[in-house]
């Protein structure tokens, strides 16, 4: 259940499928190829070692060394490049909508933050990638801290980075156990499946006059 109203004074965003949006068909096809995988084997590989790549168990050379591994394929320097080019490029979609809110909130003051659950080298690209992530004022990054959502300390880093209490901050998230675990902390926490459904969310959840800041 949403928590009573409180005074929002920080919007904390997840990166993937809120800031970007889904998952480059391309970019897919393109890690398949480095492997010649087929569709179910190699999504099998890929998903199976990703939480611990996230939270920084794995390294980028480790994790995919055990993609190929499990792929029963080498991983050549040359392959290691393309398919951590490719994973970059597969999570880089922006979602423009929530970036233009993002950065209506900044220019009204009010604080942004970003909590991913981000391996080392995705992390690298799209800071290359996108110059407005310097516009927020914190980054909570999974692997720099061996933590991943839906953990609950993750979610208190997030909020000693913003420098305010968990209840003045509103946190979006594309998965409903991060939405749990951000409520559990005690946040304000909307689930993102859809822009328009996100902004139904929002002004029945009277935050409406968030989004329509200039």
């Known amino acids: 259940m949403p928590l009573s109203k409180a005074t929002i004074r920080a919007v904390l965003f997840d990166f993937g499928m809120v800031l970007s949006g889904p998952p480059d068909p ?45 792929l029963h394929q080498p991983l ?21 909508a929530m970036i233009d809110w993002a950065a209506s909130l900044q220019r009204a003051g009010i604080k942004t933050g970003i909590l991913s ?14 110059a407005w992530l310097a516009d927020f004022d ?11 959502k839906p953990e609950p300390a ?7 980075g913003l420098g305010l ?10 998965r409903m156990e991060n939405i749990k675990a951000a409520e559990a902390v005690g946040m304000q926490a909307i689930q993102y499946t859809n822009h ?9 959840r009277g935050f409406g006059s968030l989004l329509n800041i200039l």
């Open 26 to 70: 391309a970019s897919w096809e393109r890690l398949k190829r480095v492997f010649s995988a087929d569709e179910a084997s190699f999504h099998q590989a890929y998903w199976s070692h990703r939480d611990d790549y996230d939270r920084g168990t794995l390294t980028s050379r480790a994790y995919w060394q055990i993609v190929a591994d499990d």
């Open 154 to 160: 993750i979610y208190h880093h997030a909020a000693e």
């Open 165 to 174: 209490p968990p209840s003045e901050i509103l946190f979006i998230d594309d």
């Open 117 to 130: 659950n981000m391996p080392d080298a995705m992390e690298v690209g799209i800071v290359q990638t996108f």
């Open 76 to 96: 050549t320097p040359e392959a290691l490049a393309e398919l951590v080019a490719a994973d970059i490029g597969l999570w880089t979609q922006p979602n423009q």
């Open 196 to 204: 328009a459904a996100f902004v139904q969310t929002m002004n029945e």
């Open 138 to 148: 914190h980054h909570t990054w999974s692997h720099r801290l061996l933590l991943a």
